[in-house]
Structures are given as structure tokens and as C-alpha cells.
């Protein structure tokens, strides 16, 4: 970098907001979204009490507030660049991650970066704004509109002139100017991590090595299933010797397993049948009305607002489809019931579509090759299928799942309505299904393959304008009720002296369990917001054994009971026995076998021998490959497959235990192999290191600060 970059005198673009004392209000939607995905914000105040903490960064506590004023100045972004956007859960719950990830981001890489000492100076700022090197950010919110080319004079007379009466403009442009460079200071940390990389001959000579080199080689092995259990006996104390040696493998994080009950609320018959009543009556009124159909669909409280244009085909649900399209105008038609929803149409008006519309179905026949030969074969073997359907031996829709593998594998080839010039079918195929009449098949090729198709409509050009009345069938108050009390039975019941499962069912109810519940994940099996089970779980005064209050969770009555309280750190034996019991027996029988081996092995000379001294087989490797620890008749170890590789050719191993059985390797030879250019397989493996790794140093960075969040307190 040029000299003038570490200068620390006022920039041109300082000296243009001092003259001028405006500064920028809203640079743009490009800039923004570059700010938003790539750049942070610094954290707030912190409270004295952790009481108000949504969760903890390198040992700090955060706020609400803090978090809070991060997700709404985030909102407020998103709200001013997007006018009349409706912010629906969705959206809220993934900008208050996204604020999330910029306090953590911030909080802990800023502080790298400060280490690292990376700066942007005002001469370099100068220089990606208004100099030489205008960045692409700002380039793309100041592009001329007729050559769509970045204007700079357009951007200075903007920085001087345009904003000038403007009294917030000073504040919005410092807050542009200070994430903007916290956005260079982030690119520069991650080219800085890229640069690092750097793979040497010897590491590009040894990977193709090993990604490349395979052995010959003959096993001679015992499995630990030939010894059997009953002959072995584990005691507490081989188990704990065994965690403590293994301890690293077995380190766990906080923890919670649950057992509980779950009732879905569900319509009774007496509110579908409300519902139905409310659907007649509803077609009662509409027919008498004199209000015109968008005031009445309005003032009826429908679910679907008035919709005034005319659809084509393929535009209602299929079950009332021809229903609408062959009645007359004016005719109420209903009532329909379409998952839960009751709907009652009537027919405003019908019209003339500018372009055709066809239902069809089609089966795929891939064309394998590029030849006019291969395209003959496809549809040589289209019309021989073709001939099958007819004869009875077959049917459409059960070659269609067979053969598709686009979304009409799912529906026996059934494409729904097609209209011109909306391609999401080739258009040859359309082409021909527009003139083939309705139950006639063609055979067209296209660039997806040979297409077996027949139109199951006629072509149509009607449309429909069509008001509807929509509410959705939810459980009464009084069904609600019924499933409440159910559950306050089961709490109540638990009081007694049966165990959770036997109080389940003896009520006809199952029992559900979820395992290893943490506090930063808190997905739960079977439950669809872990949120309000975990503020219950890791709660300060809920410990193993405490049984819930009834919790309201989307429609759903949940009871819970903690099963298992794991603490961060070692194990307890129990909590893992039947993950390590197999493995120390194995260990105690690898003890029982390597005797009978060494005596074998003392007798022979060559793998067939010692086969037959163990009464065993020979398994012959022929391309043992690092890249898999897959070993006939023995199947995947990797002890085994690694000592393949550590023993020169034409030599014996060493009795080795693997994690199958114990075993002997015979390596007979090297195979060959071509050996890539290594210049390629340098720049491979940099590309890869530096995807791979870049990533790594983040998870690195965070798995450091322990990060905790608990924001599932505040929010749902």
C-alpha cells in the first residue's frame, strides 16, 4: 500500500463534508445490503443484573437493551430501504438472529482485528470512496442511469450539494462512514487469512500420495464377535479406567433429556359441523346480497381478501377447479373443505385468456449420449412403453414414479395446467400437447430428454373472475377446554405413585422422550418451539425429576418431566455404559486372543498359514485405499487399514488390535499410480485450504469467547 495510505492528514472527502457541514443521508439499497450482511455494530450498557442478560460473549453479558437497540436499528434499516414491507414471525426471528450474529461478530473479531492491528486510514478511505479505487458498493448506488456506467461526479456533487439543506444527513453519513469501514476492516482480516495458506512441494507430493496410492494386501483376522460376551465380564471399575484414558473423546456439554406427554387440539366434530353451518349460510347470503362482491367478501371477515382479477386454468385448488370453470356467472358454488379451510366461491364474471392453457402428463426418457443414434434409442424405448400402457401391462402413472425425477415423480407424471409461454416445461414438449387433443400421446424430444406425454384436457382459453369467502376450522373454546383438563388430569395424576410412563398409559396416552437438550440449540424432538420448553428446563430451580407446569405451545398442550441433568465436563459411567460397555469388552477379549495369535504367528510363515493355525480365512485387499476403511469380510477399520499402509511391501505387521477384531497385514505390494502435475495439485489444495479453513477460524474464534445465548427467555 502507498505511503499516503498511513498519513493521518484530513482526506478530500473530510475537507468536502467540512465545506459543505451535510453529510449523507441514505447512499443507496446496494450500500445498505452491504452493510447489513457483511459489517457489525458495536454492543451497548450492560446491566448489573444478569437477570436482563439475553446471553454472554467472551465472558460479558448482554443486555436486552443492548440486543434489543441492535435488532431495532437493524428493522428500522430494513423498514426506511423497503417501503410497505409487512414484517411477518418469519422475518422477525431472522433479523433478530442477524442481530445476534453482529453483536457476536463484533464482540469477538473486532478484538482480533485490534491485535492484528487492521486499520483503514482516512487517505485509504479517501481513495475506496471519492479517488482512483471507487469501491463496488459505492460505485453501484451512483451508476448513470442511460449507460448504467459509475458516475463520480455524480457522487461528489451528491456529497456536496445534494444533501446540503439536509440536518440529518451529518449523522446518517457518520454512521455509513463508521460501518463501511468496519466492512474494508472485515475484507482485509479474511484476505489476510487466505494469504496464509501456502502448500509446499512435499505436502502437494504427499497428498497425491495419499489420495492416490493404494497397496495389495492380505489380512489375517479374528473378530471380537468369535469370543462371546458371556465369557467376559466388565465390572464399574474397566469402565471408569477406560473414560479416564479416553477422557478427551467423551468431554460433554450441558445437558437435558425429557419425557412428556403431547396433545394436539383438534376441531371435534361439533366445530366442523359449526363450520359447515357457516359455510351454507354463508352461500345463502351471498346469493341475497346487494352488495357488489368485493364489500361483501370484505365484510364477511374472509381469509381471502377479494381477488378482481380473471385467472386461468391451474389457478384454484384441483378439487374445485372444473367446478368453478363450468358453472355459469352467478352461481354460488360450495361448500369446500380443503385442509381445514371451508370455502364457498361465487362466479363474478368470465372472460378470454390471450394464450392457451392445457393439462397434461408426461414420463422421462433420459438420452444416453450425444449421438442422433442415442435420441432414436430414447424414443424407440418411449413408444415400445407407449405400446405396454395400451396393452394393459402397465400403467402411466406407475412408469412416471419410476422413471421422472422432477416434481411430477411424486404425482404419476401429472404436470397440472400448463399455459403458453410459461416455460417451467420444455417448450417443445407444451408445443406439442397444445395440438395433440385431449387423451392422445406424443413423443417429443427436448433438451431434458425424450418426453412419453399425452394431454388429459382440452385446450382451454376461459377465464374466471371469482369471489371467495375462506375461514379456517380451529377447535371451539370448548374443545380447547376438553384437552386442557385432560392435561391437568395427567398433572394431577403424577402427584401419585406411578412413574411417568405407567401414568401415560393408563390414560392412552404416549410417552415421548427428547435427549441432550443444551441451552444454545434447544431443538426438541417432537416439540415446534423448543423455546418455551427450555425456559421451564434450564431454568435455576428446575432440577432432575421436577415434572412442568402445563405449557401452550402452537396449538399443543405439552407435560414434562426431567429424565437427566448432564453437566458440562466428564461423564458420568452410567450416562454413557452402553457406548463404552462394547468397547471394553472387546478390549478384555483382544487380551483372550493375541495369545492364541502370537502362538500362531510362531508357527507360520506366510498369511495362508497363519489362517489356518487361527482357523480363520485370508482377506485379500487388492487396492487398499486410504480413502476407505472398508476390508472384505471385515468391514470398516481404520487401525487395520492404517497398519496396510505402515508396513513396507513384502513385509508382516506386528499383531495389531484394530477396533473389529485383532489381525496380522500382509502387504504384497505397491500399486502403481499416475502422479498429477504438481503445480495443479498445489493451487488445488490452497483453493481448498482456504475455503475450508476460513470458516474454521471463526468457529475457532467462538468456540474461544463461549459464547452463550439465552435470548430464548425474552422471546418465543
Known amino acids: 500500500m502507498s505511503d499516503k495510505y498511513n498519513k493521518e492528514e484530513p482526506s478530500v472527502l473530510q475537507k468536502i463534508q467540512n465545506q459543505t457541514g451535510c453529510l449523507l443521508l441514505v447512499i443507496g439499497v446496494a450500500m445498505l445490503a452491504f452493510v447489513l450482511t457483511d459489517l457489525f455494530s458495536s454492543g451497548g450498557s450492560l446491566f448489573s443484573s444478569n437477570r436482563n442478560s439475553v446471553g454472554s460473549i467472551a465472558g460479558e453479558h448482554v443486555s436486552y437493551d443492548e440486543f434489543n437497540n441492535q435488532y431495532e436499528s437493524l428493522k428500522a434499516a430494513v423498514l426506511q430501504n423497503n417501503p410497505g414491507i409487512q414484517m411477518n414471525e418469519m422475518m422477525v426471528e431472522q433479523y433478530r438472529q442477524q442481530a445476534w450474529d453482529m453483536l457476536v461478530e463484533s464482540k469477538v473479531q473486532e478484538q482480533e482485528y485490534a491485535k492484528l492491528g487492521l486499520t483503514i486510514s482516512p487517505a485509504e478511505l479517501e481513495d475506496l470512496t471519492i479517488g482512483e479505487h471507487t469501491h463496488p458498493q459505492i460505485q453501484q448506488s451512483f451508476r448513470d442511469p442511460e449507460t448504467n456506467e459509475f458516475n463520480k461526479s455524480r457522487l461528489i456533487r451528491f456529497l456536496k450539494e445534494d444533501v446540503y439543506a439536509n440536518p440529518e444527513a451529518k449523522e446518517s453519513w457518520a454512521q455509513f462512514q463508521k460501518q463501511f469501514e468496519k466492512g474494508l476492516i472485515t475484507e482485509k482480516y479474511g484476505k489476510l487469512i487466505q494469504s496464509s495458506f501456502y502448500t509446499t512441494d512435499l505436502e502437494a507430493r504427499n497428498n497425491a500420495k495419499e489420495s492416490n496410492l493404494t497397496y495389495n494386501a492380505s489380512l489375517v483376522a479374528v473378530s471380537y464377535e468369535s469370543v462371546a460376551d458371556s465369557t467376559v465380564t466388565v465390572t464399574d471399575s474397566d469402565l471408569s479406567s477406560y473414560l479416564k484414558e479416553h477422557a478427551a473423546e467423551y468431554e460433554q456439554e450441558e445437558s437435558r433429556d425429557i419425557e412428556f406427554i403431547s396433545l394436539k387440539v383438534i376441531p371435534s366434530k361439533e366445530d366442523s359441523a359449526g363450520m359447515l353451518n357457516w359455510a351454507k349460510e354463508s352461500m345463502e347470503r351471498f346469493s341475497t346480497t346487494k352488495m357488489d362482491d368485493s364489500t361483501f367478501v370484505s365484510l364477511s371477515n374472509s381469509e381471502t381478501p377479494y381477488n378482481p382479477t380473471y385467472m386461468v386454468r391451474g389457478s384454484f385448488p384441483p378439487e374445485v377447479e372444473n367446478d ?299 487396492a487398499a485405499s486410504l480413502q476407505s476403511g472398508n476390508i472384505p469380510y471385515v468391514g470398516q477399520d481404520y487401525i487395520l487399514m492404517g497398519t496396510i499402509f505402515g508396513t513396507p511391501p513384502g513385509k508382516r505387521s506386528e499383531i495389531v488390535q484394530g477396533t473389529s477384531g485383532v489381525g496380522v497385514v500382509y502387504v504384497n505390494s505397491e500399486n502403481q499410480y499416475d502422479i498429477p502435475d504438481l503445480q495443479s495439485k498445489k493451487i488445488e489444495m490452497n483453493s481448498n485450504n482456504q475455503q475450508r479453513y476460513a470458516g474454521k477460524v471463526n468457529q475457532a474464534l467462538m468456540k474461544k469467547a463461549e459464547v452463550k445465548d439465552t435470548r430464548y427467555k425474552f422471546y418465543d
Open 324 to 622: 368453478i370453470f363450468n358453472a355459469e356467472v352467478g352461481s354460488i358454488l360450495g361448500p369446500y373443505e380443503t385442509g381445514g379451510v371451508y370455502s364457498v366461491y361465487k362466479i363474478s364474471d368470465v372472460g378470454i385468456d390471450t394464450a392457451r392453457s392445457v393439462k397434461g402428463s408426461h414420463i422421462v426418457f433420459r438420452i444416453n449420449g450425444a449421438s442422433a443414434q442415442d435420441t432414436l434409442t430414447a424414443m424407440s424405448d418411449a413408444r415400445e412403453l407407449l405400446s405396454k400402457i395400451r396393452s394393459g401391462q402397465t400403467t402411466f402413472e406407475e412408469e412416471a414414479k419410476q422413471r421422472n425425477f422432477d416434481a411430477t415423480r411424486s404425482t404419476g407424471g401429472d404436470m397440472g395446467w400448463i399455459r403458453e409461454g410459461n416455460y417451467t416445461y420444455p417448450k417443445e414438449l407444451v408445443d406439442k400437447l397444445m395440438t395433440a387433443g385431449k387423451g392422445n400421446y406424443v413423443v417429443v424430444k427436448s433438451d431434458r430428454g425424450v418426453h412419453l406425454a399425452k394431454a388429459t384436457s382440452n385446450v382451454s382459453r376461459k377465464t374466471v373472475k371469482a369471489a371467495a369467502l375462506s375461514q379456517t376450522l380451529y377447535a371451539s373454546t370448548a374443545t380447547d377446554g376438553s384437552y386442557y383438563r385432560q392435561a391437568g388430569d395427567f398433572l394431577t395424576k403424577l402427584n401419585g405413585d406411578k412413574s411417568f410412563e405407567e401414568v401415560a398409559e393408563s390414560m392412552g396416552l404416549s410417552k415421548r422422550v427428547a435427549s441432550k437438550i443444551n441451552e444454545n440449540e434447544r431443538r426438541v424432538a417432537g416439540i415446534s418451539n423448543g423455546n418455551i420448553v427450555a425456559r421451564w428446563l434450564f431454568a435455576d430451580d428446575t432440577d432432575e425429576g421436577d415434572i412442568s407446569s402445563i405449557l401452550d405451545i402452537d396449538d399443543t398442550y405439552i407435560v414434562a418431566r426431567v429424565s437427566k441433568v448432564r453437566e458440562a465436563g466428564m461423564p458420568k459411567v452410567d450416562d454413557i455404559r452402553d457406548e463404552i460397555e462394547t468397547k471394553v469388552k472387546n478390549e478384555i477379549k483382544a487380551k483372550q486372543i493375541i495369545p492364541k495369535f502370537e502362538a500362531a504367528v510362531a508357527k507360520s510363515s506366510d498369511a495362508e498359514t497363519l489362517a489356518k493355525e487361527l482357523g480363520t480365512i485370508v482377506s485379500v485387499v487388492p
